[in-house]
């Protein structure tokens, strides 16, 4: 029986499509990627409700999302926006480095020679 207002995480995931199919809904809640109120979901039959904030973990980014409503079905991707807002942070720009991001540990030219220092060292060699 379920409560009114409610849903199971794994069939709200299908419906906003969130995920392609409600097996892999279930894998993704069942691995940890998946959180509800900062809680970890442990199973795909925990319920949430509107209000709930989600915390989705989908190959290397993570999205926020605040429930406003159950699905009915898997609709349109508009009809499935409803079901959700958006609270992730924007995303990086491209091209530009994290501000936490550690610089480079060696100096540039002190690793690998490049192919001008090979052709030096080559003619080096054939000199002899």
């Not at 995480?9 to 097996?23: G, N, T, Y």
């Not at 610089?103 to 690793?111: E, H, Q, T």
């Not at 690998?112 to 080096?124: A, F, G, I």
Request: charged share 35%.
């Amino acid at each position: 029986m379920v409560a009114e207002g409610r849903q199971r995480i794994d069939k709200w995931l299908f419906f906003s499509r969130a995920v392609k199919s409600r097996s892999l809904a279930a894998k993704l809640v069942v691995a940890g990627r998946v959180r509800i109120n900062r809680d970890k979901a442990a199973q795909a039959s925990d319920l949430v409700k509107p209000g709930d904030v989600l915390t989705i973990t989908l190959e290397r980014r993570i999205f926020v999302w605040k429930v406003l409503g159950v699905g009915v079905r898997r609709g349109p991707a508009e009809e499935a926006r409803l079901l959700y807002e958006d609270m992730s942070p924007p995303p990086a720009p491209k091209g530009e480095a994290v501000p936490d991001a550690i610089p480079a540990l060696r100096d540039a030219g002190s690793g690998r020679p490049t192919k001008k220092e090979r052709r030096q060292t080559d003619r080096l060699i054939g000199e002899d």
